[in-house]
């Protein structure tokens, strides 16, 4: 399974970017997270692999990332005709997932965040939930992106709000 949400952030890129890859602020914006830490390297580096844990009502979901690709590795002074790119790989029971970030600069204070997603999974369970409701997982993916730019425009935070 595979797919591409995107959004349009008002601000500048730089800033946008420099959230995103601030692991302090993954709890303010990536809704359920319950745990990201590291098991080797550095939080956002390339070969980084971090537990990652989320929650759901009482459904918890685990599993591994890696970090695949960040460009440019240093994220001041990104001139303006770069693209950024956030990859990173997550394994976890019954499913690997390939996440592609990119972020350009849509116009003057403006930033645009395209994800493409692919998806692969093993076993009976997650072979079905992948058949019967591929949808959800587009959904999610747009609710991370719309929590992020609540939190970066407006400073909202997820843990804050009512559900």
Known sequence: MKYTVSIEI???????V?????????????RGLVLHE?????H????TTSRVVFQTGKQ???????????EPADLRGIPKESVVHFDREIV??????????RLTESGP??????????YRFSGVLMRVVGLLMPGTFRKQSQQHMQDFKAFAEQGKDVREAKD
């Open 44 to 47: 956002g580096q390339v070969g």
């Open 92 to 101: 976890g029971e019954g499913m690997w997932s390939a996440v592609r970030e």
């Open 18 to 30: 420099q959230l995103l890859a601030d692991s302090a602020h993954l709890p303010k914006w990536l």
């Open 10 to 16: 008002a601000l500048p890129r730089e800033p946008v």
């Open 60 to 70: 918890k979901f685990e599993c591994t990332e890696t970090i695949t690709r960040r």
């Open 109 to 118: 204070e403006k930033t645009l965040w395209v994800s493409e997603s692919e």
């Open 38 to 42: 590291p098991l080797s390297g550095l």
